[in-house]
């Protein structure tokens, strides 16, 4: 590869002297038009002076060489036809990807499939909006076999079937999101658990200081994670206890509280929020020796309980750790069944399938014939079963219905296939965001319809207001085209400058 415009090619003039110059034809290019490639070795100083060579070359009037904006080369596939807006999206995710569950999450998207589900949606809410309008445009000059209250109905039961499609579609991005995003899991207990000795075991590093001294975790520290492919935001937070009181073991009584000075209070307040906010949450108590006798305990704090209730009450996520078993005579790594029951008696809807007994001392310590040091492994491996439950997609469970509209009654086919609810996953935020504003007029078209639970309505039941009705229906699809990137230009610009430059 010689400097441009040279006359011979002497040692100073080449560039690369094993470069490769390819050159694709549109229109089956990755662009959709002509692509030149060059191949050259990848030093510093060949890289810089094929750089400075190029705009070097002859071009024609008009048409000046200039560095390609961030993302136009897809930008140039997508306005060729070569690649849909969904696929730009999960070509951004297969780039960000870092963790094996997010690279699965891309190839779910790149398939098209997603981009001719939304089309495939839009056209039935045209060919819906088609048939009320057909009512505005010709009820006065032909005659409807049906009344405009049936034949509204019948076409809201289509609607209702499709909304019901378009929820759990939303439902399942949602779930994608927690693959995309990562799982933020906060370690919920009362001080000296094993909190942060837990968190520096999973990690693999001491990424949480660990002492005896009650509260020397006051802020949240969150660290980053792939766990088993699943990407984890992993936060250990100050250990939970009340102010100005003593605190009783489940079967021992045992750590008498300290004041609780300002700083901890507040780094106990912002664990509870934290908590609250998170995807998944990790109980830790742990066991204690007696304050009075040799024997040791289970220690559930109070406090713990009562935050334990509150996530159970808005539906979170949680898995039950006891921490220091080695502390236990012979128990062989597992958790006596009488310490299970006591947990399940003070936390009645806790799942005794998602409880593991753990000692982060025999992690950092194991001994030579132990297969799994501290039963940590365990504990993954049910984090990860937890992971899958909370991001596997929902199904829908469909009716069959019965359309009139041809005016003969016969019963539809609404089954789809399991593969489409698995695709669902791979739905970005932005499609979310816009397939729940669809729902939204989709809500309003039923709203001004008022189907009843039969399509045999009589025609003296009630006008519909069929005008509002379509332009709900109008909304709705242009929703779903602005995800598709095939909406108003204005809509399709801003889209663009978004998505490209990711």
């Known amino acids: 590869m010689p400097y441009p415009n040279t006359a011979a090619k002497t040692a100073d003039s080449i560039l690369d002297p094993n470069a490769i110059v390819l050159y694709f034809p549109h229109p089956n290019t990755v662009t959709g038009g002509d692509v030149l490639e060059l191949h050259i070795h990848g030093g510093l100083a060949v890289v810089k002076s094929v750089l400075g060579a190029i705009p070097r070359c002859p071009t024609t009037p008009g048409n000046p060489i200039q560095y390609a904006e961030p993302g136009e080369f897809t930008r140039r596939a997508f306005l060729n036809n070569r690649l849909d807006l969904t696929q730009v999206e999960a070509l951004g995710d297969t780039l960000a990807a870092v963790t094996e569950q997010q690279r699965r999450l891309s190839v779910r998207g790149s398939s098209g499939n997603l981009n001719k589900r939304y089309e495939l949606w839009r056209h039935e809410l045209m060919y819906a909006r088609g048939e009320l309008e057909a009512l505005i445009d010709f009820s006065e000059d032909q005659h409807f076999d049906e009344s405009p209250q049936k034949l509204a109905t019948s076409v809201a039961l289509q609607i209702k079937n499709l909304k019901c499609q378009i929820e759990t579609h939303s439902a399942n991005a949602v779930r994608g999101e927690l693959m995309r995003n990562g799982i933020r899991i906060s370690l919920v207990g009362a001080p000296n658990a094993g909190k942060s000795s837990l968190l520096n075991r999973v990690v693999g590093r001491e990424a949480a200081i660990v002492s005896r001294e009650k509260g020397t975790t006051r802020d949240v520290v969150e660290v980053g994670v792939d766990i ?13 206890r009340y102010r100005g009181s003593s605190e009783e073991p489940a079967q021992i009584l045992a750590n008498h509280m300290d004041e609780i000075g300002e700083v901890e209070q507040e780094g106990i307040k912002r664990a ?16 204690e020796q007696s304050s009075t006798a040799d024997s040791v305990g289970l220690f559930i704090s109070p406090a713990v309980i009562d935050t334990v209730e509150a996530l159970q009450a808005r539906g979170s996520h949680i898995v ?24 399940t008696r003070l936390i009645p809807a806790t799942s005794r399938d998602y409880i593991y007994g753990i000692s982060c001392k025999n992690a950092i310590n194991p001994s030579i ?15 990860t079963k937890k992971f899958k439950s909370m991001t596997e997609p929902l199904i829908p469970e469909y009716r069959s219905i019965t359309n009139t509209l041809d005016g003969e009654e016969h019963e539809e086919d609404s089954s789809i296939s399991s593969s489409v609810w698995e695709e669902s996953l791979g739905a ?8 729940d504003e669809s729902l939204h007029h989709l809500d309003d078209f039923l709203s001004h319809i008022k189907p009843k639970d039969s399509v045999s309505v009589s025609a003296d039941e009630g006008e519909v207001d069929i005008v509002l009705a379509a332009e709900s229906l109008r909304s709705a699809a242009q929703c779903l085209s602005r995800i598709t990137g095939k909406g108003e230009a204005g809509d399709v610009e801003e889209v663009l400058g978004v ?4």
Do not use: Y
Request: hydrophobic share 40%; glycine share 8%; proline share 2%.
């Open 369 to 383: 014939h132990a297969t799994d040091p501290g039963q940590i492994q365990k504990l993954l491996k049910g984090l």
């Open 428 to 435: 970005t935020q932005r499609q979310r965001l816009l397939l």
């Open 228 to 240: 088993d492919g699943w990407f984890c935001r992993l936060g250990d937070m100050a250990g939970l």
């Open 272 to 287: 509870q929020q934290r908590a609250l906010e998170s995807d998944l949450v990790i109980v830790v108590h742990s066991i």
């Open 499 to 502: 998505v490209f430059e990711k």
């Open 320 to 343: 039950t750790v006891v921490n220091k078993i080695d502390r236990i005579a012979d128990s062989k790594g597992q958790l006596p069944d009488d310490m299970i029951d006591e947990i």
